[in-house]
T-cell receptor
């Protein structure tokens, strides 16, 4: 079975400080991993993904994430948070060789960047 | 390009009423999806269509039906709405991937339909 955990419902950070939104996953074999962001009253928007190769993935709006196979984690990071980064963030996973399955999304983490 | 569009944006139904949620994409994507979003539960897949002419059940299909009308359009129907179907519904689409597996590619989401069933 596939699963995703986002252990923090809410993350608060001051503007200009680094931010981390955590994601851990469970799949059989190697994963495809994605981060999406949702602004109020909008659909999800793609931020970045890990498919294969370099463990450090860079994405939109200055976000990056590091795939850590031993810890089964894919934490989202940004060196300097902006107030406009305040949104709901979702991690999603699917096993690479599991064609019959679809992505499992985590419950979401609400990020608040305080001015 | 409009991307993924959904109609209506809001809907209020009474228990037992039926309705169809419409979704269309103009990106020539093969795969399309319907999700529901409930507080604290993330997105759960209702149905998906890997390509035109095919549909498959997702995690929570009970109470719903779908139609892949053509490559662009994928509709979701509630035949007899129940209060448990109060949710925000999102349609998404994605490009085909290697060997027909779209999972390597990101999904593009519509703006959502907020449905309340009284």
């Amino acid at each position: 079975a596939q699963s995703v955990a986002q252990p923090e419902d809410q993350v608060n950070v001051a503007e200009g400080n680094p931010l981390t939104v955590k994601c851990t996953y469970s799949v059989s074999g190697n994963p495809y991993l994605f981060w999406y962001v949702q602004y109020p009253n909008r659909g999800l928007q793609f931020l970045l993904k890990y498919i294969t190769g370099d463990n450090l993935v860079k994405g939109s709006y200055g976000f990056e994430a590091e795939f850590n196979k031993s810890q089964t984690s894919f934490h989202l990071k940004k060196p300097s948070a902006l107030v406009s980064d305040s949104a709901l963030y979702f991690c999603a996973v699917r096993a690479q060789d599991n064609y019959g399955q679809n992505f499992v999304f985590g419950p979401g983490t609400r990020l608040s960047v305080l001015p | 390009n409009a991307g993924v569009t959904q109609t209506p944006k809001f809907q209020v139904l009474k228990t037992g009423q039926s309705m169809t949620l419409q979704c269309a994409q103009d990106m020539n994507h093969n795969s399309m999806y319907w999700y529901r979003q409930d507080p604290g539960m993330g997105l759960r897949l209702i149905y998906y269509s890997a390509s035109e002419g095919t549909t498959d059940k997702g995690e929570v299909p009970n109470g719903y039906n779908v139609s892949r009308l053509n490559k662009r359009e994928f509709s979701l129907r509630l035949e007899s709405a129940a209060p448990s179907q109060t949710s925000v519904y999102f349609c998404a689409s994605s490009r085909p991937g290697l060997a027909g597996d779209p999972a390597r590619n990101e999904q593009f989401f519509g703006p959502g339909t907020r449905l309340t069933v009284l």
